[in-house]
DNA sequence: AAGCGCGGCGCGA
DNA sequence: TCGCGCCGCGCTT
């Protein structure tokens, strides 16, 4: 198995992206997803990657190299204010969303899929995503959430506390540039939500 | 057994 | 209207 990694900035929130890719030695076509990593600066960047052993991009074949500027560009512009679908656009580049072995277990799989149900701009709930499925367990919903390691794929942003709280992210509540963070997420599409709506009116 | 990115309730500022 | 503590919840570690 093989580990590319690479890692973009994202400007307007002075925080490191690391995204990480492997796939078969053999196999010709399939890449898969492996993590996408948020890290507040470049020392807990390069902290996190010596823990992990990543290999930045040694010598990737061709039309990997391709594929992994691509999805570069397009979290890039996600982030900079771009209106993408990142779910549906990796599934087109056939970059494989490993969910299952990701979350092995029925709930938390569960969880997950009617996540990916709520789409760019909206919003849900904890509670919500356990009426779905039906479960009152809340926490353990929050328990699967905080553990996503594919922020921004998985749409963890878009999951709000029932009251209107904006809720954790990324594994915690209290980090402030994590939750500023999620805050940013949620502006960014619902600004360009309004502006679809506008246009869509003319 | 402990710890949770929650929700609901009740309380006291 | 907050913030907090408490309990119930059910899943993960």
């Given at each position: 198995?093989?580990?590319?990694?690479?890692?973009?900035?994202?400007?307007?929130?002075?925080?490191?992206?690391?995204?990480?890719?492997?796939?078969q030695k053999e196999s010709q076509e399939k890449v898969i997803l492996d993590e996408i990593k948020f890290?507040?600066?470049?020392?807990?960047?390069?902290?996190?990657?010596?823990?992990?052993?990543?290999?930045?991009?040694?010598?990737?074949?061709?039309?990997k190299q391709?594929?992994?500027k691509k999805s570069l560009n397009l979290i890039e512009n996600y982030l900079s204010g771009g209106y993408i679908n990142l779910y549906d656009e990796f599934k087109k580049m056939n970059i494989e969303i490993p969910l299952?072995?990701?979350?092995?277990?029925?709930?938390?799989?569960?969880?997950?899929?009617s996540l990916l149900k709520i789409k760019?701009?909206?919003?849900?709930?904890?509670?919500?995503?356990?009426?779905?499925?039906?479960?009152r367990a809340y926490r353990?919903?929050?328990?699967?959430?905080?553990?996503?390691p594919f922020p921004l794929i998985i749409p963890c942003h878009r999951v709000?506390?029932?009251?209107?709280?904006?809720?954790?992210?990324?594994?915690?509540?209290k980090n402030l540039w994590k939750i500023e963070l999620k805050n940013h997420l949620i502006q960014i599409e619902q600004s360009n939500t309004k502006l679809k709506e506008k246009k869509g009116e003319r």
């Open positions: 198995m093989k580990f590319i990694a690479s890692h973009i900035k994202v400007s307007s929130l002075n925080a490191k992206v690391l995204i990480v890719f492997k796939w890290l507040e600066n470049e020392r807990m960047l390069v902290e996190y990657n010596n823990n992990k052993k990543y290999e930045f991009f040694e010598n990737p074949l061709e039309i391709e594929l992994i299952r072995e990701k979350f092995p277990s029925s709930f938390s799989y569960k969880v997950i899929q760019y701009g909206e919003s849900t709930s904890y509670s919500y995503l356990g009426d779905a499925i039906g479960s353990a919903i929050g328990n699967i959430l905080r553990k996503n709000l506390r029932k009251n209107g709280q904006i809720g954790g992210f990324m594994g915690s509540r």
